[in-house]
């Protein structure tokens, strides 16, 4: 029987690997899990059906020496294909010595019932690159991002191998450098999304302009270093520049002048009115008086 099953599950995955026709997810029956045949040809079919979602999206799983780590949305979609769902259980402050270090959260998965099938912990701290410059709200909002998917990984790491994908999520990957231009990510709490039109949107201009004055730079020098007006940048530049800028450092601060000192107060000198004795005037002769 292992043998069959085995083999069966070889000869699948080699159609999926030939087959390009569009997938379609048959819903589970009660109690078909407990089928292996039933299981892996659902959880083939879900693999494939996450490819072809990504090879039409405009965010690939992350690349690091050929290797494909899934971000947290691939691992939603995922979850979706087996009425599965994740959250949030808690988050508690790290402090170390009486300074804050970071966060630590804990996610849950549940099925389609509600009951708790896996939960996973993960962190975010200061002394990460990334994040040492980053606010409070951002290390909390990653510490919750990786703990989910981290608790969808390890419910769901074995379907994910099936289409050849790595099974350390690609946020748990920060930092590392990639092979796509794609940043084993740095959250952006609510960056703008691409537009329909295959361009920039108003939206991801104006979000880059204000990380620009945050950084003490300006759109005219981005246009420079792309060497692309911003009305042609496409939604992939829109996405480099923003990760570009997140990275790097802030403006240097105007360096401060030296305080002025005050003048010595000046000493006054009193003056004394002396009377200038005056010469009186000569007598004008009484010939020369004009009368």
């Given at each position: 029987m292992?043998v069959?099953?085995?083999?069966?599950?070889r000869?699948?995955?080699?159609?999926?690997?030939?087959?390009?026709?569009?997938?379609k997810?048959?819903?589970?029956?009660?109690?078909?899990?407990?089928?292996?045949?039933?299981?892996?040809?659902h959880?083939?079919?879900?693999a494939?059906?996450?490819?072809?979602?990504?090879?039409?999206?405009?965010?690939?799983?992350?690349d690091i020496?050929g290797?494909?780590y899934?971000?947290?949305?691939?691992?939603q979609?995922?979850?979706?294909f087996?009425?599965l769902?994740?959250?949030s259980s808690g988050?508690?402050?790290?402090?170390?010595?009486?300074k804050?270090?970071?966060y630590?959260?804990?996610?849950?998965?549940?099925?389609?019932?509600g009951v708790?099938?896996?939960?996973?912990?993960?962190?975010?701290?200061?002394?990460?690159?990334?994040?040492?410059?980053?606010p409070?709200?951002q290390?909390?909002?990653?510490a919750?991002?990786?703990?989910?998917?981290?608790?969808?990984?390890?419910?769901?790491?074995w379907?994910?191998v099936l289409?050849?994908?790595k099974?350390?999520?690609?946020e748990?990957?920060?930092?590392?450098?990639?092979?796509?231009g794609?940043?084993?990510?740095k959250?952006?709490?609510?960056?703008?999304?691409?537009?329909?039109?295959?361009l920039?949107?108003?939206?991801?201009?104006?979000?880059?302009?204000?990380l620009c004055?945050?950084?003490?730079?300006?759109?005219?020098?981005?246009?420079?270093?792309?060497n692309?007006?911003?009305?042609?940048?496409?939604?992939?530049d829109?996405?480099?520049i923003?990760?570009?800028l997140?990275?790097?450092?802030?403006?240097?601060?105007?360096?401060?002048?030296?305080p002025?000192?005050?003048?010595?107060p000046?000493?006054?000198?009193?003056?004394i009115?002396?009377e200038?004795?005056?010469?009186?005037?000569?007598?004008?002769?009484?010939?020369?008086?004009?009368?």
């Open positions: 292992a069959k099953v085995k083999e069966r599950t000869q699948m995955i080699e159609e999926t690997k030939s087959n390009t026709e569009e997938t997810l048959v819903p589970l029956k009660e109690g078909a899990l407990l089928d292996p045949d039933v299981q892996t040809e959880a083939i079919k879900a494939k059906a996450l490819t072809a979602l990504i090879n039409n999206s405009s965010n690939p799983p992350v020496q290797n494909k899934l971000l947290f949305e691939h691992w979609t995922l979850a979706r087996f009425n769902s994740v959250g988050t508690e402050v790290i402090m170390r010595d009486g804050f270090h970071g630590d959260a804990k996610a849950v998965v549940y099925d389609v019932n708790i099938i896996g939960s996973a912990e993960a962190s975010c701290m200061v002394d990460e690159k990334n994040w040492k410059s980053s409070e709200f290390l909390k909002s990653m919750q991002t990786r703990a989910n998917a981290k608790a969808l990984r390890n419910v769901l790491g379907v994910a289409d050849g994908y099974t350390t999520p690609a748990e990957m920060d930092g590392v450098k990639t092979n796509n794609f940043s084993a990510p959250q952006t709490p609510n960056a703008p999304v691409a537009s329909a039109t295959g920039a949107s108003v939206k991801q201009i104006d979000y880059i302009d204000g004055k945050q950084k003490g730079r300006t759109i005219v020098d981005l246009e420079a270093i792309v692309k007006k911003k009305e042609s940048w496409t939604p992939k829109a996405s480099a923003i990760g570009k997140l990275d790097a450092p802030a403006a240097p601060a105007p360096p401060q002048q030296p002025v000192q005050e003048a010595p000046v000493q006054t000198v009193e003056v009115d002396v200038t004795p005056t010469t009186p005037a000569a007598e004008i002769p009484i010939e020369d008086i004009p009368f």
